[in-house]
């Protein structure tokens, strides 16, 4: 029994012994009787530690043969046949891979990590780099990237072990060679180690991956090479998202300034026009949108040109619903800048933005939220601009947040929106509450509290009695 204060420990044979119980006497599946069980002592705060759940079954012994596997990639290329490590890398490759069930792929890449196989396959990487070993580099890199792709424990392991100092080899090899397959798996592997990880991302930009992220991405351009550049681009987002809850944001603007300093916006909008390609396009559309994010790289993406390469790109109405989302997203971004959304309305951006708005907009409220996000932005402080959106643009608003009621960011956005159309346009009020604007702000209140406060200012702003109803602390606000 556990003394006074401490978790109670399960043991492998009472673990085992509960399994048991509920296939047998409840009529459950071997997986769903070993999470159930989990579950089960979970709930009760036990210690779980000593427990395997993969229990006695197949899956141990999966376990314990790619445990060999990783231990013959440990020998290297001295200690085992080149016969041996095609094979365990081709099987730590499939465990881990996309194509494996999701437990048993979560269940070998623990496996790898705890058998320092990543360490393993970082010095079999080293060893094909220094003696040029082509082909059996193209066959560590997949391995590498499928033991720690859709794992947050694999990638902190990954910043371990020489890891990130071997993919760093092969980028730089890739880039002085001009070798685009192996820039292509180089980089695959950078994309799968550093999304949602700062301790991965930051010894990545620190050994210079930003310029030869940079420099792939434009040879996938020169070359026409659609696989490299969405490769390429998933990989410089994946560096410069800042998706580690963990860690601080500064550490991804820092990372934006340095890939906007090493050419990142111009290889991005150049790789934008050059693929027609889906997957291409839409990674430079989603690099864009996180550069985007960065005070520095939006006003260098100005610069570059950025706005009406978006603008083109929705134009054409190429690619799926995500890319026009991402295209918005970036304008949304730079409209930020005062300049910029000026311009925006004076080059054809704006009256694009209306026409994806009322073409899109009862199917697509993430993409409304964008646009109309767009517009709120474009009229703040800018009465020139206010007048150029106009009533119709007020109306096609409006028209989003009443088919979309329940979507909170729309919502908020048109209710900025409004309130900025009209607050040195107050011509605009009437019209714009002929077109239901007071209908769709209190509805838009009382969906969600959180847009109380911008629905309030935008009635007012409109002339329109309103009021907020008076509160307890436990009470979230709402409107009379």
């Given at each position: 029994m556990a003394a006074f204060g401490q978790r109670r420990r399960i043991s492998q044979q009472a673990f085992d012994a509960c399994v048991a119980e509920n296939v047998e006497d409840c009529g459950m599946g071997r997986e769903e009787a070993v999470w159930n069980a989990y579950e089960h002592f979970d709930f009760q705060n036990a210690d779980l530690s000593a427990v395997d759940p993969d229990g006695p079954g197949e899956r141990r012994e999966a376990r314990d043969v790619l445990r060999i596997q990783v231990a013959l990639l440990a020998r290297g290329v001295g200690g085992a046949t080149r016969a041996e490590l095609d094979a365990a890398l081709a099987f730590v490759a499939a465990a881990c891979g996309r194509d494996a069930a999701p437990r048993a792929a979560a269940a070998a890449r623990a496996t790898v990590v705890a058998a320092r196989g990543l360490a393993a396959l970082a010095a079999l990487v080293d060893a094909c780099v220094e003696d040029g070993d082509r082909p059996l580099l193209l066959k560590c890199l997949p391995a590498l990237a499928a033991s720690v792709r859709g794992d947050a424990a694999a990638r902190d392991a990954f910043r371990y072990g020489g890891c990130v100092e071997a993919v760093l080899r092969v980028l730089r090899a890739a880039a002085s060679a001009g070798d685009r397959r192996l820039g292509r798996a180089g980089l695959a592997v950078v994309a799968a180690a550093a999304a949602g990880t700062e301790g991965v991302k930051a010894p990545l930009v620190a050994g210079g991956a930003c310029p030869l992220t940079v420099e792939l991405v434009l040879a996938a351009v020169e070359a026409g090479d659609a696989r490299l550049g969405a490769?390429?681009?998933?990989?410089l987002a994946a560096v410069a998202a800042a998706d580690d809850p963990r860690a601080?944001?500064?550490?991804?603007?820092?990372?934006?300034?340095?890939?906007a300093d090493a050419g990142a916006v111009n290889a991005l909008l150049a790789a934008l026009a050059a693929f027609g390609d889906e997957a291409a396009a839409r990674a430079a559309v989603d690099g864009l949108a996180l550069l985007a994010a960065s005070e520095d790289a939006a006003a260098e993406i100005v610069r570059a040109g950025g706005a009406r390469a978006c603008r083109d790109a929705l134009r054409?109405?190429?690619?799926?619903?995500?890319?026009?989302?991402?295209?918005?997203?970036?304008?949304?971004?730079?409209?930020?800048?005062?300049?910029?959304?000026?311009?925006?309305c004076a080059d054809g951006t704006l009256e694009e933005l209306l026409e994806v708005l009322e073409t899109f907009r009862d199917e697509d409220p993430a993409l409304g939220e964008h646009v109309v996000a767009c517009l709120a932005r474009m009229?703040?402080?800018?009465?020139?601009?206010?007048?150029?959106?106009?009533?119709?643009?007020?109306?096609?608003?409006?028209a989003a947040m009443a088919a979309h009621p329940a979507h909170a960011g729309l919502n908020r956005q048109g209710a900025l929106a409004l309130r900025n159309l009209v607050a040195r346009n107050p011509e605009h009020a009437a019209p714009l509450l002929a077109a239901g604007a007071e209908a769709a702000l209190?509805?838009?209140?009382?969906?969600d509290a959180a847009n109380v406060d911008v629905a309030f200012a935008a009635l007012r702003g409109l002339g329109v009695e309103a009021a907020m109803a008076p509160r307890g602390d436990a009470d979230p606000p709402r409107l009379l």
């Open positions: 490769v390429a681009c998933r990989a601080a944001s500064a550490g991804a603007a820092a990372t934006a300034t340095k890939l054409e109405r190429r690619g799926s619903a995500a890319r026009r989302r991402g295209l918005a997203g970036v304008l949304r971004h730079l409209a930020g800048d005062d300049g910029a959304k000026d311009a925006m009229a703040l402080r800018r009465p020139a601009n206010a007048a150029k959106i106009g009533v119709a643009g007020g109306a096609l608003v409006v209190r509805a838009a209140a009382a969906a």
